[in-house]
């Protein structure tokens, strides 16, 4: 687990078991989580973004992206010094979540949605195959709700998530919260060749409560809660990178800072701790005044 000082400032969690009447699934809205794995160098990876944005433009919020920059040829930066490719997208969290799915061995790009197929190693998906994947996703109950609440100024804030069941579940289940950015300027390889200015989008900066997230129980009846805070320090996850990039990396040199928290994102995800699958996800605006 990978663990935080003044960035990861915790309150909670608070837990609720509740005998109230059961919860209109209905009124709660069943999300998906496409995990892209992508690099600066990969040509084809830009055509893998606009099949996201399409898929965005049919299902709107009810499908959330995170852009995962793994260790590989397509992600090592240039030398700081140099006039292209200096930017060093990668993070530890991204380190790790390849070391477990292995995507890049699958070749970029590759996505998960909602992780779902781990069990039997059909995980690895092709952009021509998440269509379908988040089709049928969509159409199952959700099980789970997640509300996000943040108040980020000048870079320290604070993020409370809330959780409810919405039906009796006896195995566990675990939260990870992200922040992601868009609108980053930086360049990028397509088919075309190089882009100075490509605008990269949902792009992991970092995983708030580790890699793996955290319990939320593992026995629930309907209308379970369960809430907790994170106190945020933009600098120091923007420190925590820039060692990480300096002292881990292969040629890593650096530079991953320069955040802008008014282009970021809280993102949220519960997952089935038995086999990763994910069963929800919310996102917000971090800066949500």
Request: hydrophobic letters at 35%.
């Amino acid at each position: 687990m990978i663990g935080f000082t003044s960035c990861d400032i915790i309150e909670g969690p608070y837990y609720t078991n509740s005998n109230n009447n059961n919860i209109d699934t209905s009124l709660v809205i069943k999300k998906i989580l496409l995990e892209d794995f992508t690099g600066h160098r990969c040509s084809n990876c830009p055509s893998a973004s606009e099949e996201i944005d399409a898929l965005k433009n049919i299902y709107g919020d009810q499908v959330i992206s995170i852009a995962i920059h793994p260790h590989s040829n397509f992600s090592i930066p240039n030398p700081i010094n140099s006039n292209d490719y200096t930017y060093d997208f990668r993070t530890s969290f991204g380190e790790d979540l390849d070391d477990l799915f292995l995507m890049v061995d699958a070749g970029l790009p590759v996505g998960m949605i909602n992780r779902v197929g781990f069990n039997n190693s059909n995980h690895q998906l092709g952009k021509d195959e998440w269509a379908l994947a988040t089709d049928i996703e969509l159409n199952k109950d959700p099980v789970f709700d997640i509300i996000i609440e943040s108040s980020v100024i000048n870079g320290i804030g604070n993020v409370n998530i809330q959780v409810e069941s919405l039906s009796n579940l006896n195995q566990e289940y675990k939260i990870v919260i992200c922040l992601v950015e868009n609108n980053i300027l930086e360049w990028q390889t397509d088919e075309n060749g190089n882009i100075e200015d490509y605008v990269h989008n949902h792009v992991l900066r970092c995983m708030i409560n580790s890699t793996w997230g955290e319990s939320i129980g593992s026995n629930f009846i309907n209308g379970d809660s369960w809430e907790k805070n994170y106190s945020i320090n933009i600098t120091d996850l923007e420190n925590y990178n820039e060692s990480y990039s300096l002292n881990n990396l292969f040629m890593g040199n650096g530079n991953c800072k320069g955040w802008n928290e008014n282009n970021m994102k809280v993102v949220a995800y519960i997952y089935n701790s038995s086999n990763y699958e994910i069963v929800q996800a919310e996102q917000n605006p971090l800066t949500n005044y």
